[in-house]
């Protein structure tokens, strides 16, 4: 199997991606989707930024590598009564199933970010984008003190180096390996633009019982505890990640979690 498609199918993003509902919606409104416009959502997840597109009169197709999020996110449009929104299973690496020029606006929001052969990401991307159109990315920023790329650098400290010729996924958070991407894929660099901008999740619950989450349902993180299981280090891990969640924690009740990431968002014009 896939190493990608196999990492998240292993546990159920869709338990996360419950509370990062109200910050995909606030991105989404800021990318000025009109009725009509062809987008394609990337690395969708069960739809945490697709759901809002539909919402806004967008013709949206969802791709994602895991099966059971692509499932996810179709039950959640039917439930939702979006016609105009569909998902379906794709690699980032390689979208053969879609058209040149097909989309008016390609998003993916930590997403086409984890799946390997970045150069052929960009391509892809880049591809299936119509002239004139736009490319928006959110990508996690490597050493940023904020909540995701601390959780990456914590779980890979406790599991094994990546196979030999592994391109960190963190890489897309960096402007200068993106620019690269992106004009290796045709893109003038004065059509690519970074800003920073922040992501907020908000459980209605407390900082441990979110990682309790991460520990069981997210990909990296339940390999990482695997890893550590097998050293006896897993209460370690599980003390570190804590105390991480805690000390980000922004909310005034402490049985509740407001926690902000930063990320890079990345708007290239075809």
């Avoid at 996924?169 to 991407?181: C, I, N, S, T």
Wanted: proline content about 6%.
């Amino acid at each position: 199997m896939n190493p990608n498609k196999a990492l998240w199918e292993k546990g159920d993003f869709t338990q996360l991606a419950k509370t990062m509902r109200e910050s995909g919606e606030a991105l989404v409104a800021k990318l000025g989707i009109t009725k009509g416009l062809n987008v394609l959502d990337l690395g969708c997840g069960d739809g945490t930024t697709a759901i809002p597109e539909a919402k806004l009169g967008a013709t949206v197709l969802g791709v994602d590598i895991a099966r059971n999020l692509v499932e996810a996110g179709n039950r959640r449009a039917q439930e939702e009564g979006l016609a105009n929104c569909t998902f379906q299973e794709g690699d980032a690496t390689d979208l053969h199933e879609l058209a040149d020029a097909s989309f008016d606006l390609v998003v993916s929001i930590f997403g086409a970010m984890f799946a390997p052969k970045p150069f052929d990401v960009a391509r892809e991307m880049v591809r299936v984008t119509r002239p004139g159109g736009r490319i928006i990315m959110g990508n996690w920023i490597p050493g940023d003190p904020t909540l995701v790329a601390q959780i990456l650098k914590i779980s890979a400290a406790y599991t094994p180096p990546p196979p030999e010729g592994f391109v960190s996924p963190m890489l897309w958070g960096v402007e200068d390996h993106v620019v690269e991407r992106f004009e290796q894929a045709g893109v003038a660099k004065e059509n690519i633009t970074c800003v920073k901008d922040t992501f907020t999740f908000n459980p209605p619950y407390a900082p441990a019982v979110f990682v309790e989450k991460f520990k069981h349902y997210y990909g990296p993180t339940m390999n990482a505890f695997e890893a550590a299981e097998k050293n006896n280090k897993a209460e370690e891990l599980q003390r570190e990640l804590t105390a991480l969640f805690e000390s980000q924690n922004k909310s005034a009740d402490k049985n509740t979690t407001s926690i902000p990431a930063t990320y890079l968002r990345v708007t290239v014009l075809r």
